[in-house]
């Protein structure tokens, strides 16, 4: 029986870390309703629980009404609100046998061999996680400088924890961590690490995980260019070859501009685009150099629009005004008519009409990541890849998402071309 359109749809739901276009999606919602996700921790959680496939676990995704392959949806992320009381993270290291090529996608049992194990907690601390057949200690990763975090009641500042309070919160790891009730990942606080002692953070969250279903089964901490790069001719399951990973919609960007205000527009590479979320992160500086920042639970709130024939080859972002680099800021009242006055002076009678634009690129490094980006804009707009460049160098700029290999091609773009391609609309109303 064909399920009925939904004005609002509520996600509860996780996959098993796996985006599998084969799998049931939920909705639909209309195009123009909205997502509500209550969403789990990523990254150090399902990484502490290789039952999870993926190294995330974000939410089942949702089927938009009309979305077909080869159109674009556009996401507006209406609201983003944490819900963890606290959180630990950290730098990691890969555990040697415990894992089938990648700890991220194929966790093993070093002592019984089972590949995915099931896993209990036994007591806290490093070595609480413990395989449930055998009973070995089977985290795939360990902390090589790791914290706890506490927030306060509102919010808006994040303090790291001594031994005492840490081992306190990790003694009730669900609760403080506020898991959602579907989650199975093992709370990382669990671990109650504490080499960073009275450290002071601002909160300022965003998603991590947010976009589209790829058009094949791919782990979800790997559907983008850099992670990805560890599929190729992996000796797991999920293995797949360089040009099957262009099959990737890139929605693990951990882009911190990527939050409450902003626009992403997504390719549809299924029927219905299957919207998925997660990763939520407390706050982060460009490139997340750590390799993790303090992931949360939380509750968000999206609004999707089907854009008809929109090709895109990877995400498109709006930012808000305030995050947008200084050269790709929109041009004032004030700043427009001395430009023109000038422009006439050397025989110009008009002047470029331009909004910013960020293109997401990713790959196996900063470069390639960076070549990505600038080609992806080139071919959205028909320019040259020159041309691209010259504009991000004199209104605009290149900034790193996640090291080693997601970024921002970001710069003013002529409205003309944004016009032809159904982006205009979007640039104007988010920076009026």
Known sequence: MEQRVQETVFVATFTNGVLDPAKPMLGPVRDGGFIVANTAPGCWGP?????????????????????????????????????????A?????????RFLGDPFVAGKCPECGTLYPETRIEGIGATAIRCAKCGADVAPFTFT???????????????????????????????YMATPEHSVQNPVVTLAPHDLI???????????????????????????????????????????????????????????????????????KVPGGGVYLGDMHAMQGDGEIAG????????????????????????????????????????TAAEKAAALAHARTWGLDSIEETLPVSFVGTGADLNAAT????????????MTVPEVMNR???????????????????????VERLEQVGLAQFAREQYR
């Open 198 to 268: 009275g450290a002071v953070a601002r909160l300022r969250p965003f998603m991590g995980q947010l976009g589209t279903t790829p058009s094949r089964p791919i782990p979800d901490s790997h559907n983008a260019g850099d992670f990805g790069a560890f599929l190729i001719n992996a000796p797991h399951e999920y293995g797949l070859t360089a040009e099957a990973l262009e099959d990737r919609t890139d929605g693990h960007m951990d882009i911190n501009r990527v939050r409450e205000g902003a626009i992403l527009f997504c390719p549809v």
């Open 47 to 87: 990484m502490l629980t290789p039952a999870i496939r993926g190294g995330h676990e974000v939410t089942q995704p949702v089927y938009v009404e009309g979305a077909e392959v080869g159109d674009a949806i556009a996401i507006r992320i209406k609201s983003i609100r944490v819900t963890s009381l606290a959180t």
């Open 292 to 331: 993790h920042t303090a992931d949360v639970a939380g509750v968000v709130t999206v609004q999707v629009h089907v854009l008809k024939g929109l090709q895109l080859a990877g995400p498109v972002l709006l930012p808000v005004a305030e995050d947008l680099p200084y050269l790709a800021a929109p041009l």
């Open 145 to 175: 400088n790791g914290y706890t975090m506490a927030f306060d009641a509102n919010r808006q500042i994040g303090v790291t924890l001594p031994r005492e309070a840490a081992e306190r919160v990790a003694r009730d790891g669900r609760k």
């Open 89 to 97: 993270s950290g730098n990691d290291q890969m555990m040697a046998g």
């Open 371 to 382: 070549a990505n980006g600038l080609e992806r804009a080139a071919a959205l707009l028909g």
């Open 392 to 414: 991000a160098t004199i209104t605009g700029a290149i900034q790193i998402g996640r090291n080693p290999g997601v970024v921002t091609v970001t710069f003013l773009a002529p």
